[in-house]
């Protein structure tokens, strides 16, 4: 297996513009995280999706923020209008069945940088 | 709510010298302990965890951490440290009846020659 897919690796963008950062799980993993990690904030959990369905999105920081999983392979995370606070590096995850004590596989991560 | 501390944000060791980690957590329930590993520019891997039982607990590369609940406590250790050892680690917690994560602050492990 590929191990959990992230797309793009790098993006730079200007203030105002929508940014869309893709994921794609490992193949029969049911759970789907996208974390956010900054110098200030460490590594923070902004929603996660459960059989596609999300299920807890209280760490998505406001309405500019906003997070789909159409099917079982494939999730996105976009930002509109992006701001020059939202430059981090964003992480996708995905586990298999109860990910409370089961391992979460990382992607490799989007740096996105607004200007 | 439950919250993790890794006290040092950074640790230089020399290459073959031992090294830990340290970690503590705050929880009024159970919880489930790990230590992920990030390598530059790649996302976080799992070293190990703790779920029950033996409260020592061997990961990979030559890890291992011991669980001390009187202490609230879940410390990293490695006898011989090698430069390939150089990433930043991160402790975790999530409660048994959460599916959330919570990470530390990450501690920089640099060996040097």
């Known amino acids: 297996d590929a191990g959990v897919i992230q797309s793009p690796r790098h993006e730079v963008t200007e203030m105002g513009q929508e940014v869309t950062l893709r994921c794609k799980p490992i193949?029969?993993?049911?759970?789907l995280f996208w974390y956010r990690q900054t110098m200030m904030r460490g590594l923070e959990l902004l929603i996660y999706?459960?059989?596609?369905?999300?299920?807890?999105d209280s760490g998505m920081p406001e309405d500019r923020f906003s997070a789909k999983m159409p099917n079982a392979s494939f999730s996105t995370l976009k930002i509109q209008p992006s701001e020059p606070r939202d430059s981090a590096v964003y992480f996708c995850?995905?586990?298999?069945?109860?990910?409370?004590?089961?391992?979460?596989?990382f992607g490799p991560g989007t740096r996105l940088t607004v200007l | 709510a439950q919250s993790v501390t890794q006290l040092d944000s950074q640790v230089p060791v020399f290459e073959e010298a031992p090294v830990e980690l340290r970690c503590n957590y705050s929880?009024?329930?159970?919880?489930?302990l790990f230590w992920y590993v990030q390598y530059p520019n790649q996302g976080l891997q799992l070293l190990l965890k703790y779920l029950s039982g033996s409260t020592l607990v061997k990961g990979i590369n030559g890890f291992e951490a011991e669980f001390n609940k009187s202490q609230t406590s879940f410390h990293l250790r490695k006898p011989s440290v090698h430069i390939s050892d150089t990433a930043e680690y991160f402790c975790a917690v999530s409660e048994r009846s959460s599916y959330k994560l919570i990470f530390g602050s990450g501690t920089r492990l640099l060996v040097r020659p």
């Open positions: 995850a995905s586990s298999f069945s109860d990910p409370s004590y089961n391992e979460q596989f």
């Open positions: 999706f459960n059989n596609n369905v999300p299920i807890d």
């Open positions: 193949s029969g993993h049911d759970y």
């Open positions: 929880s009024s329930v159970s919880v489930y």
